[in-house]
């Protein structure tokens, strides 16, 4: 697959992952920490916005990936 296309297919994913994220994040967070004290939300806001890095490492290292060679 060419670079720029990847890198393209990349940035929409990227942008996808962050906002059905930050999305999921904020419902979970209104359903379930809406009583919780502030050190609870602090922790769940803390751990919840290191966590999406995962998925996007993944992407970034799928489109810096260099093309394979093709044989012959």
């Known amino acids: 697959m060419p670079v720029r296309l990847k890198k393209l297919i990349g940035t929409f994913l990227l942008v996808?992952?962050?906002?059905i994220y930050a999305l999921l994040a904020t419902i979970i967070a209104v359903a379930h920490l809406g009583q919780s004290s502030g050190w609870v939300h602090l922790l769940y806001f803390l751990f919840t916005g290191v966590l999406w890095v995962l998925p996007a490492m993944w992407i970034?290292?799928?489109?810096?990936?260099?093309?394979?060679q093709k044989n012959g």
């Open 16 to 19: 996808a992952l962050v906002s």
């Open 60 to 68: 970034i290292w799928w489109m810096e990936k260099p093309p394979r």
